[in-house]
């Protein structure tokens, strides 16, 4: 299997890059912008998530978005994509997930709004997106990297994203949805002592290699 190198450029945002594609996943105050993405996944369309001016620094003549409809209608272009909708792009299989908050009305389920399942080079890597731990949780199964939110209010803090390690049973697992906004270190760490996986926590602009 060939490299994959997982970057976490703060908050929300990943780059997923492989020999042939350049992933990005919630792009916003990136790190390291440059015009090389092959696809831009958007999970929903709050301001930390869909920055159309972080697309644009990244963006070229074909890269593809696939994001919600109302991503996609704001952005002007772009694949739409609901939850348990696949979509395949430059050999790259992306599984739209729900992502919801169950009790708080910050991400309503009707919102359609989304996490990703993403298939690259033999791999699978969940990006949960903006959610609290969910019921659908239970049918996400042979992960090997969770990109999990831990920052709490608006998603889950690092008790329930042990939960959902828990029930997903990923290979391993990068905590994010802190440091900008709302969450800390302290729950990364927590999430890191806790969680009964292999967590690896980084910094903007760090990366590790599957």
């Known amino acids: 299997m060939s490299e994959i190198v997982m970057e976490w450029q703060g908050h929300a945002s990943f780059k997923i890059s492989t020999e ?3 992933l990005y ?3 916003w105050k990136l790190v390291h912008p440059a015009a090389d993405a092959t696809i831009i996944l958007v999970s929903h369309s709050h ?4 920055c159309p001016e972080d697309i644009d620094k990244i963006s070229t ?5 696939i994001a919600p409809a109302d991503v ?3 952005q002007g272009t772009g694949r739409a994509l609901k939850p348990g909708e696949v979509v395949e792009l ?3 299989i992306v599984t739209g997930v729900v992502s919801y908050n169950p009790k708080k009305q910050f991400h309503p389920l009707e919102k359609n709004w989304l996490g990703f399942i993403i298939e690259i080079d033999d791999r699978r890597i969940y990006y949960a997106g903006d959610t609290d731990l969910t019921t659908q949780m239970q049918a996400i199964t ?3 990297l969770a990109l999990l939110p831990v ?6 803090n690092a008790d329930e994203a042990a939960q959902a390690v828990a029930q997903i049973k990923p290979k391993q697992a990068i905590p994010y949805h802190w440091g900008d906004i709302v969450g800390g270190r302290e729950d990364a760490d927590k999430f890191y002592r806790i969680a009964d996986c292999k967590v690896t926590v980084l910094m903007p602009g760090e990366s590790i290699a599957l």
């Open 151 to 156: 920052g709490g209010t608006y998603t889950m």
């Open 90 to 92: 430059s050999g790259v």
């Open 142 to 144: 042979n992960i090997d």
């Open 72 to 74: 996609v209608e704001q």
């Open 61 to 65: 003549a074909d890269t593809r978005i």
């Open 47 to 50: 301001f930390d998530h869909y």
């Open 20 to 22: 042939k594609v350049k």
């Open 25 to 27: 996943i919630d792009p």
